[in-house]
């Protein structure tokens, strides 16, 4: 049973269907979205239409997607949202599935999954802004690369300045992983051991949350923009793991995403400090 709360192609979303169980979150992530940035919605006026579910199985009979998971590269995890541009559409999920077990998402959860998947409309639709298809892809001169900031990012916490030749610790008062915990497992990253022992900052990140700290197979940083988006703009709990290396260690891609996210241009080069640009 589905229940349509908005259908309008004047404003964004165009229209906003609700075929969950918890009526509570009903409007949750049409109020999420219609709180994107001024510059975000003029953007997205003629977007996608935006559907909820209880889970995946519930959309897939509902509309014979068959998304039980979604595959980047190397990785494949378990969706709990996911965007389909040929069809002009983003499912959100009020839980995903691992195995047999159901995890319900909370309200925080909810809102960042639909703000995360608002990132990858953008990616396409802020593509002419870089001269590309999409902002995620490599290219563009040195104020145009999102792949520039992110890498500059990574070079900043893996090597101590000005040199950047040295690596920095991975664990020890201060040190990025210290009192973290490996989302794989649950267990404290630090000291290091198993697969992470003789990596460094950047591959430990990359071990760890391959689906957020890589590059697909087309060459773009698909869910690092998409997620960021959500990170930098609502600053919930909504995925705490993840958000919090964004928040705290990715100082020049927030710089990048946060002027096109809220003014529709790109940041002078100027706006940046020097370790984010040489």
Not at 90 to 98: G, K, S
Not at 223 to 231: G, R
């Amino acid at each position: 049973m589905c229940q349509q709360y908005k259908n309008t192609t004047t404003s964004w979303p165009s229209q906003y269907w609700y075929c969950g169980y918890q009526p509570s979150n009903a409007l949750n992530g049409l109020q999420a979205l219609q709180s994107l940035s001024a510059p975000a919605i003029s953007t997205l006026t003629d977007g996608p239409y935006v559907l909820v579910f209880q889970d995946v199985s519930n959309s897939n009979a509902f509309l014979a997607d068959n998304e039980t998971q979604y595959q980047e590269g190397d990785t494949t995890d378990v969706v709990a949202a996911w965007y389909i541009q040929s069809q002009n559409r983003i499912n959100l999920m009020e839980a995903f599935q691992q195995g047999d077990v159901v995890l319900a998402l909370n309200a925080d959860q909810l809102i960042e999954s639909a703000y995360h998947e608002a990132g990858h409309v953008l990616d396409i639709d802020w593509g002419g802004l870089v001269d590309r298809s999409w902002v995620s892809q490599i290219g563009g001169n040195q104020q145009q690369s999102y792949d520039g900031f992110v890498q500059f990012d990574f070079r900043n916490l893996t090597y101590a300045a000005p040199a950047y030749t040295s690596e920095l610790p991975a664990c020890g008062i201060g040190a990025i992983f210290q009192g973290q915990h490996d989302p794989r497992s649950g267990s404290p990253i630090c000291p290091l051991q198993g697969d992470l022992v003789g990596l460094n900052n950047q591959q430990i990140l990359q071990m760890i949350l391959p689906y957020y700290m890589t590059l697909n197979n087309q060459q773009r940083w698909i869910e690092t923009w998409a997620q960021e988006i959500a990170a930098f703009s609502v600053q919930t709990t909504g995925d705490p793991t993840v958000d919090y290396y964004f928040l705290n260690y990715f100082p020049c891609s927030k710089i990048y995403v946060n002027s096109l996210y809220n003014t529709g241009a790109l940041a002078s080069l100027t706006a940046y400090p020097q370790a984010c640009t040489q």
